[in-house]
Every structure is written in structure tokens, then in C-alpha cells.
């Protein structure tokens, strides 16, 4: 009867993980309908938190080993429709609905990049990585609402960003990998609270804006030289990092 009542707890608590995955596609819901109503800040603000819920419901998923409990229910499955529409569809319809960029055609790009990255069977590879570049457009639409770069920038980065999309190209999983984990999570908690505070001003400080691009960048290079360091055969060891 003991085991009974323990195999209960752990099913209902698989399922709490998974409540927790889905309050992440209630924000991002709630961010869809700021979005139409033109409050763009407001739907960030909803995007940031979904963010956080994203970056900690994998963690608790193995740690509590979910899979095992209710193999009946895919997470996985479930987090990709939110990532998807939260990653890609809402920042997409900003970049359009704000004007950020003249030639719509251009949107094409995230959109077939995310469709592709979605449709990867090792999007997320055995080793702990993203496979290709990890449709991070909420980030790129966020800058690109702060910043308001030009026509010809903003056609550059939606198209080199897309086409990395197809390029199997390396990029840490923080919550996945072993290298530079303790760095990567400080600097990812500095830039929330960073990003979350500056969101929350009505005339944030363009400069500030700026500085903290400094982690998206330097995720970009660190992830590029990893992936060369792997690709010329040296010495790293990386694995899945279960917390």
C-alpha cells in the first residue's frame, strides 16, 4: 500500500512539473494578447518570465524524473509548441506590427529558420547542445524594438541569424552542459534582472541597452568556439549536466 501511495506522489508530482512547463504557454499567451493591443512592453515583460519558467522546467523534469513517471504525457512535446510559438511566432509579429522592419519579405527568414530548427530530430543534441542556432528571436526582437537599428541592419541580422538556423553549428545548452555552467548562470541572471529591470522603465537607458548586449554576444562567440574546439578534435569533455 506504501508503494502504492509513493508512486502516486511521484506521478502527481511529474504532473506539477508539467503544470509548471504550461504556465510558461500561459505567459506566453498573455504576451500574445499584449501584443495586440500594441503593448509591446508588457508582452516582453510576459516573454521574460516565460523565459525564466523554460530555462528551469528541464531541470526539474530529470531531476524528478518525469519521463518515468508519466510516460503516457511527452513534455518535450509540450514545451516545443510553447517555445515555438514564444521563441519565434510572438517576436516575429512584433518585428511586423512595430514597423521594425520595412520589407516584410525579410520575416521569412526566423520563420523558416524556426520551422527548420523545430523539425531537427537533434535540435537538442545527446551531448547537451543546441544544434544550429537556437531560435533566440524574442531576444533579436527585443534589441530591435530598444534600438530601432537601421533598415540595412536589421535585414542583416534577421538573414544571417535565419541561415544559421540550417548551419549545424554548435551553441551551449546552459542548463545542459558542464562548460562554463557556474559563469553562464550568473551572467543569464544578471541579464534578466538587467533586461526585466529596464522593461520596466517607460525611457530606459539606451547605454545600458547597449552594455547589456555584451552576454548575447559573448554566448554567440563562446558557443562558436566550442564548436571549433570540438570540431578540431581537442581535448573537452562535456556531458549532460542533471542538477
Do not use: C
Request: net charge neutral; proline share 4%.
Amino acid at each position: 500500500m506504501l508503494e502504492l501511495d509513493k508512486k502516486t506522489l511521484y506521478k502527481l508530482r511529474a504532473w506539477l512539473v508539467h503544470a509548471y512547463t504550461a504556465l510558461g504557454g500561459l505567459f506566453g499567451v498573455a504576451a500574445l494578447i499584449f501584443v495586440g493591443e500594441g503593448q509591446i512592453r508588457e508582452a516582453f515583460l510576459m516573454l521574460v518570465i516565460q523565459n525564466i519558467i523554460d530555462s528551469t522546467d528541464g531541470i526539474l523534469a530529470r531531476k524528478f524524473n518525469v519521463r518515468k513517471y508519466l510516460p503516457e504525457f511527452d513534455g518535450s512535446m509540450l514545451d516545443n509548441v510553447i517555445d515555438i510559438l514564444t521563441y519565434a511566432w510572438i517576436p516575429i509579429l512584433i518585428i511586423s506590427s512595430q514597423d521594425l522592419i520595412e520589407n516584410k519579405i525579410f520575416l521569412l527568414f526566423p520563420a523558416i529558420g524556426a520551422m527548420y530548427a523545430y523539425g531537427q530530430s537533434n535540435m537538442k543534441t545527446e551531448d547537451g547542445f543546441f544544434m544550429g542556432f537556437p531560435t533566440y528571436w524574442n531576444v533579436v526582437a527585443m534589441y530591435m524594438w530598444w534600438l530601432e537599428p537601421s533598415e540595412t541592419l536589421s535585414s542583416i541580422i534577421l538573414v544571417v541569424l535565419g541561415v544559421l538556423s540550417f548551419v549545424p553549428t554548435r551553441y551551449l545548452h546552459p542548463s545542459k552542459n558542464d562548460f562554463m555552467w557556474r559563469t553562464f548562470w550568473i551572467l543569464n541572471a544578471v541579464w534578466f534582472i538587467t533586461t526585466t529591470y529596464l522593461l520596466l522603465q517607460e525611457d530606459p537607458n539606451r547605454n545600458l541597452i547597449i552594455a547589456t548586449l555584451a552576454y548575447p554576444l559573448f554566448y554567440m562567440f563562446v558557443s562558436f568556439y566550442v564548436d571549433a574546439m570540438i570540431r578540431m578534435k581537442k581535448k573537452f569533455k562535456f556531458q549532460i549536466k542533471i542538477l
